[in-house]
């Protein structure tokens, strides 16, 4: 036996698994989990994980084989090898123990109960002793029955082998109830007139599946594409989303409400009656007395739409804050009445800037609700948080988890540092912005593309930063503009939006969004509005006479004085300062912070001075704080200049500099820390 053992570690040894290079088919097992996965009616296999999986078999030269069965059928295979992968499968650690899973999620799904018309069950105590259909090997009926002893639910089982059958059970009087995945419910509550009921659980990330040990390499190439497409709002990834799960809420209306033949059954009407007058009369009144009534409701319900549209327009800025030295613009056109793109600005404080612009994954009433509530996460985390990383990881944990409507929204968020121009962005899903720069150029900000907020939980937001230097504008849209569709079917695109921007002759940037939304008008003409339309546009404006600011941290070692010096130089080339205010800028703040760091300290600890300078058109403020001993230097008597240098006092000649050459300086003590705030008036002010 010990010889065998011996023998068969050997040969596999001398036989390695082969890599998933050698592998040119992918054994895919599928069941019907419309709209994740099904074949239509020419059989065809159709749904979100087979345009992903369409989508990377081309990237990856991969032939793609289906393998149809049954769920349980297809744990089994999957269980004994004989499929590579399983879609759509809910991860949890039991199955993690007997599979390989991707770590990149699809989508988050969680159990929910149907029930039909007017059914008591309300609540989950109100399934005890009611027929509950299931699908046998699902896993919300997994957790359901593994704790339905604790929390004393006592329902009566059915095990069905797919969800359909779930359904039909219920449908036909069958059963009181069916467990199924809230997606595959939505898709169709209609086709069986049943209702969801307010049960729901167990939240699960939906993903891909392998044999434990033996398609690791494969999970890890679906997780590369999985990741890239997630990041990518014009992916297939999101197409197919739209296509499949947001197709679940459209609304279809019985053709007998076709207008043209509602007035032809009633012109055949007219003409069955002719000469019954009364008749007639009667009928008249009655449909007059309808139609009115139809007229009142629609007036109430565009009555209704514009309070709406006023109350999402109210989300939006209308007015925006003054910014020293930057102008900040925006413009909202839904496509309908309301609609889901929106954007937002405000001061987290007198020297940032907070802004972000969002797309919600649909039009209408309930994309104008989705984006009210994702804007009010954003505005309230970007108070606390301290990136924009930081901003959107948290609102996508608290719209993932509440997401029952399968919406996603896209947001491209960032902070603006008014002293530097320095933005540090996030962009989450979101088409890429454009960098105009002051030469003329144009280029999209590609850098950190993460996933759309409302998919995975637990997807990571990275953070990028740009620097927006004098007459540069930074361009954000929503896909409306690029989307935007002429007569004859033609997209504006990305190319046309960045070369009407090169074209431009404007930076300004209530000039820029009323510019392009005039070339998007006059590019679609007569053709209707397909998307809504978001622009914010944030322009850097300053110039010679304008405002400008550094601000610098300085540590208590002397040699960070020549980066001191290097900041004051750059603000003066940037500013266009005479090189005489320049230089006396760079030797009062080295005389000053290097007092403070030979004097102003009695530990070997490392502490920080802090330094701003802020330009105006009439001076040039500065102010230089520090943690050390308190000492008032304006206490300090000028030295006398007339007496001979051996005879004077030691010291008092650098604040005596200070006081020579700035027109203003003022000592005060505020929570703990010296302030020394000084002022030089620029020449003809």
Request: charged share 25%.
């Amino acid at each position: 036996m010990v010889l065998g053992l011996i023998a068969g570690i050997l040969l596999s040894l001398a036989c390695p698994v082969p890599t998933l290079q050698a592998a040119t088919t992918v054994r895919v097992g599928t069941y019907t989990n419309e709209p994740l996965v099904f074949r239509d009616s020419k059989g065809v296999h159709q749904g979100v994980y087979i345009d992903i999986l369409e989508d990377v078999a081309g990237k990856e030269g991969w032939t793609l084989a289906y393998v149809d069965c049954a769920w349980e059928e297809c744990l089994r295979r999957l269980q004994r090898g004989s499929i590579d992968l399983l879609v759509a499968i809910g991860y949890s650690p039991e199955r993690g123990r007997r599979f390989d899973f991707s770590s990149q999620a699809v989508v988050v799904n969680w159990g929910q109960v149907y029930v039909r018309d007017g059914s008591p069950i309300k609540t989950p105590l109100d399934l005890t002793g009611k027929k509950l259909a299931v699908m046998r090997g699902d896993i919300y009926y997994e957790t359901l029955h593994s704790v339905h002893g604790v929390l004393k639910i006592f329902p009566e089982f059915v095990e069905v082998p797919d969800y359909m059958d779930a359904l039909s059970l219920l449908a036909a009087g069958k059963a009181d109830a069916a467990l199924v995945p809230r997606i595959f419910g939505g898709t169709h509550e209609k086709q069986f007139s049943i209702e969801k009921s307010a049960i729901m659980f167990s939240p699960t990330e939906l993903r891909f599946a392998a044999p434990k040990g033996k398609g690791r390499e494969l999970l890890a190439v679906l997780d590369r594409n999985l990741a890239e497409l997630k990041a990518d709002k014009r992916s297939a990834y999101y197409r197919s989303l739209n296509v499949w799960v947001e197709g679940v809420r459209t609304l279809v209306f019985p053709k007998w409400l076709n207008p043209v033949w509602v007035i032809g059954g009633l012109g055949g009407m007219g003409l069955l009656i002719v000469g019954m007058n009364l008749l007639l009369q009667r009928q008249v009144r009655l449909r007059t007395e309808a139609l009115r009534e139809s007229l009142a409701a629609q007036e109430k319900t565009a009555s209704e739409l514009r309070i709406a549209r006023e109350i999402q327009m109210s989300f939006v800025p209308r007015e925006f804050p003054a910014l020293p030295g930057y102008e900040i613009a925006g413009a909202l056109h839904p496509a309908r009445a309301v609609g889901g793109d929106f954007y937002d600005c405000f001061l987290l404080d007198q020297d940032h800037l907070y802004f972000v612009l969002g797309d919600v994954s649909d039009k209408g009433v309930p994309a104008a609700l989705f984006m009210a509530v994702t804007q009010t996460l954003l505005s309230a985390s970007a108070l606390t948080a301290s990136s924009p990383a930081a901003i959107v990881t948290r609102v996508n944990r608290q719209t993932t988890l509440h997401n029952d409507a399968c919406m996603f929204v896209t947001v491209f968020c960032g902070i603006l540092d008014l002293g530097t121009g320095r933005i540090v962005y996030t962009n989450a899903g979101h088409n890429p912005p454009l960098l105009l720069r002051r030469a003329g150029s144009a280029e999209f900000l590609e850098l950190g593309r993460s996933p759309a907020l409302g998919i995975d939980e637990e997807a990571r937001y990275e953070v990028s930063e740009v620097t927006l230097g004098a007459r540069d504008a930074l361009f954000m849209y929503t896909d409306g503009v690029t989307e935007a569709m002429s007569v004859q079917g033609e997209l504006f695109s990305e190319e046309r939006l960045r070369d009407e921007l090169i074209a431009s002759r404007v930076r300004s940037a209530k000039d820029l969004v009323a510019e392009m939304l005039h070339s998007v008008a006059t590019f679609a003409g007569d053709a209707p509005q397909a998307d809504d339309i978001a622009i914010l546009v944030l322009s850097c404006g300053r110039d010679a006479r304008g405002e400008g600011c550094v601000r610098l941290t300085l540590q208590n070692r002397l040699a960070e004085l020549p980066r001191l010096a290097e900041a004051v130089t750059r603000l003066g080339t940037e500013r266009h300062l005479p090189a005489e205010v320049v230089g006396d800028l760079r030797l009062v703040l080295e005389e000053v912070v290097a007092n403070i760091i030979r004097h102003g300290y009695t530990d070997e600890k490392g502490h920080e001075v802090s330094v701003s300078l802020r330009v105006t058109p009439e001076a040039i403020a500065v102010e230089v704080a520090d943690d050390g001993t308190p000492y008032d230097p304006l206490q300090h008597a000028d030295p006398d200049l007339a007496r001979p240098l051996e005879e004077r006092q030691v010291g008092g000649l650098g604040i005596f500099l200070v006081r020579t050459l700035m027109d203003e300086v003022v000592y005060r003590t505020e929570a703990g820390r010296n302030v020394l705030t000084m002022k030089k008036r620029l020449a003809g002010c």
